[in-house]
Nanobody, 115 residues
Framework: QVQLVESGGGLVQAGGSLTLSCAASRSIVSITSMGWYRQAPGKQRELVAQMLSNGLTHYGESVKGRFTISRDNAKNTVYLQMNSLKPEDTAVYFC?????????WGQGTQVTVSS
């Protein structure tokens, strides 16, 4: 199993930046993929960014060029650097880990971008 704990959400003005962190309970080197999803009120959960164990990354179209996913293997932590934030980025952000054919989720952290 994998426990995930997110941190770093908050309120920021449009154009600002935030960094989210996701700490895993086991070595992330052994995890197939880790990523970030978000869900806004009334909308489906969507992929924001994903990093495979080999370092390959994928980004949602709406965040390409603004968000960056990275990881620190020594700390078993994945980060999401969010720049040039827009009001439409407002959502609950969830950390995800795919491990042994199962998906694990964190509790979510709220990001609110004011205009």
């Amino acid at each position: 199993q994998v426990q995930l704990v997110e941190s770093g959400g908050g309120l920021v003005q449009a154009g600002g930046s935030l960094t989210l962190s996701c700490a895993a309970s086991r070595s992330i080197v052994s995890i197939t993929s880790m990523g970030w999803y978000r869900q806004a009120p009334g909308k489906q959960r969507e992929l924001v960014a994903q990093m495979l164990s080999n370092g390959l990354t994928h980004y949602g179209e709406s965040v390409k060029g603004r968000f960056t996913i990275s990881r620190d293997n020594a700390k078993n932590t994945v980060y999401l650097q969010m720049n040039s934030l827009k009001p439409e980025d407002t959502a609950v952000y969830f950390c995800n880990a795919r491990y042994v054919f199962r998906d694990y989720w964190g509790q979510g952290t709220q990001v609110t971008v004011s205009s």
